[in-house]
T-cell receptor, first 112, second 115 residues
């Protein structure tokens, strides 16, 4: 089982819709979770961090964490073509020496 | 406050040469990660360092690759006797500490091409 798992996509949504990106992790003791956005040919950019169960909102982005289900998600409201990128889920795995571990990423395409 | 600085941005090496990739963390950050990314693939963890200490090198190939983060100066990822398969983007990220709640920020990456 991969330590941090994401569906590779691509996920296609129409402009203005809500994009929902999902991630599961294997280490039940993990406490810190992050979403990064990576445009093609660029470096990853941190967009959200979440540490507690529930929702955390920042502008059009909402991160959701459910530790009991070992599940993290990212919702993007009013999706724009500029949101088209690969979204990387990451976790600090307590069983892995506290290193930041990434999923393989989900490619999001927002269509006009 | 400058972000994470990597240099060079692009590096071309012939097979058998050495490649040295540098990463200067953000001010106040004492931890550095190195990742490798092949085109259309995810980030592959290589090594996690603290100043003067390697925390986790489980992702580093056993041969030809080494990393350091001295007390003064940037972190260095060194690849000896490069081969074509080493061609990739190498990213470093820095964080202020270790464990819960520590956010990591990435540099722009070094694109290594082995010819």
């Amino acid at each position: 089982q991969k330590e941090v798992e994401q569906n590779s996509g691509p996920l296609s949504v129409p402009e203005g819709a809500i994009a929902s990106l999902n991630c599961t992790y294997s280490d039940r003791g993990s406490q810190s979770f992050f979403w990064y956005r990576q445009y093609s040919g660029k470096s990853p950019e941190l967009i959200m961090s979440i540490y507690s169960n529930g929702d955390k909102e920042d502008g059009r982005f909402t991160a959701q964490l459910n530790k009991a289900s070992q599940y993290v998600s990212l919702l993007i409201r009013d999706s724009q073509p500029s949101d088209s990128a690969t979204y990387l889920c990451a976790a600090i795995l307590t069983g892995g020496g506290n290193k930041l571990t990434f999923g393989t990423g989900t490619q999001l395409k927002v269509e006009l | 406050n400058a972000g994470v600085m990597q240099n060079p941005r692009h590096l071309v090496r012939r097979r058998g040469q050495e490649a040295r990739l540098r990463c200067s963390p953000m001010k106040g950050h004492s931890h550095v990660y190195w990742y490798r990314q092949l085109p259309e693939e995810g980030l592959k963890f290589m090594v996690y360092l603290q100043k003067e200490n390697i925390i986790d090198e489980s992702g580093m190939p056993k041969e030809r690759f080494s990393a350091e983060f001295p007390k003064e100066g940037p972190s260095i990822l060194r690849i000896q006797q490069v081969v074509r398969g080493d061609s990739a983007a190498y990213f470093c990220a820095s964080s202020p500490g270790q464990g819960w709640g520590t956010e990591a920020f990435f540099g722009q990456g070094t694109r290594l091409t082995v010819v």
